[in-house]
């Protein structure tokens, strides 16, 4: 993720004046659009969020991005979870939500860890994963 906000960083930096180009280039390189790279874009840019929540909401390649449930699976020496690719998308295809790998979410404890939508949340079997995804799914229209 480091190496996603360094070249986010150069793409605002190059795109100053251009929101549209900054967002879509998130939506390129990971395929949706969270509520913290909202808020990182904003603050870099010193402007309000809702600047960018509206450009988002006018174009569909965006405002579908934005939608989207993101989740991310930890893979840290502690969750010690790494799953095979086909797993991956088929727990995408399942629950219909971004899934992406992260090595160590800072929340290292007895039960491995899985950030949804920006909550953590615990399980221990890989079971219990697809389940807590189903769950967390969001409603939006
Ligand atoms: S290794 Fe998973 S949260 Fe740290």
Request: with cysteine.
């Amino acid at each position: 993720m480091l190496k996603f906000y360094e070249k986010l960083d150069e793409v605002i930096r190059e795109n100053e004046k251009n929101y549209y180009k900054i967002l879509a280039f998130i939506v390129d390189e990971i395929g949706y659009i969270s509520d913290e790279t909202v808020k990182y874009i904003a603050e870099k840019l010193k402007i309000f969020d809702f600047t960018l929540e509206g450009i988002i909401e006018y174009y569909p390649k965006l405002s579908r991005a934005r939608k989207m449930d993101y989740v991310e699976i930890c893979i840290g020496k502690n969750c010690g979870v790494s799953m095979p690719q086909r797993k991956i998308e088929e727990l995408e295809e399942k629950t219909g939500m971004k899934i992406v790998e992260r090595v160590c979410l800072g929340r290292c404890g007895k039960q491995k860890v899985v950030k949804i939508n920006g909550e953590i949340k615990n399980y221990d079997l890989e079971d219990e994963l697809e389940k807590i995804l189903l769950k967390s799914k969001k409603i939006r229209s």
